[in-house]
């Protein structure tokens, strides 16, 4: 049986959701995030016998700055948002503020995977700000199977 399985939980608490989702994280996991500036919005679905994630990094130079990759059972995105702004001077030769709440900053996010899912079932694209990874036969697998109980 597979360990991703779909259920829903409260909208409060997302990042919870998607670690249990996925199975437990590893201690690096944990102290990376907690390092990270940024931590992505991120939906999961599930298409079938696939897991579909989706990632919004609006503003991300996805074939600079992020990588997609199966590391020891699990799916690893990580990246960074650049801030690519030059400083504004006023007249007077002091700095520009402007309210500013984009966040920038490396992030990283991990997902537990099946045992059967290799890197040749995963695929990525990105489109509008989002960045989609198609997890292909993620949940094959996943149904209960009845076991028949002898009477002795």
Known sequence: MSNVTLWTRPA???????????GPATANDWASAGRSAINPAVDVARDGDDAV????????????????????????????????RTEEHAADGGEVRKLSEVRYGSFQ???????????????????????????AG???????QRIAIESR
Do not use: M, Q
């Not at 919870?16 to 989702?21: K, P």
């Not at 996010?109 to 960045?131: E, I, K």
């Not at 993620?138 to 209960?144: C, D, F, L, Q």
């Open 12 to 22: 409060w608490n997302t990042d919870r959701w998607v670690r249990d989702f996925f």
């Open 53 to 84: 994630i989706r990632v919004d990094l609006p503003g991300v130079d996805v074939g600079k700055d992020v990588t997609v990759e199966v590391d020891n059972s699990r799916l690893v995105i990580r990246g960074e948002r650049r801030d690519e």
């Open 109 to 135: 996010r991990s997902f537990g995977l099946p045992a059967h899912v290799t890197g040749d079932a995963v695929s990525a694209a990105y489109d509008a700000g989002v960045l989609t990874v198609r997890v």
């Open 138 to 144: 993620a949940h094959k697998g996943a149904e209960a």
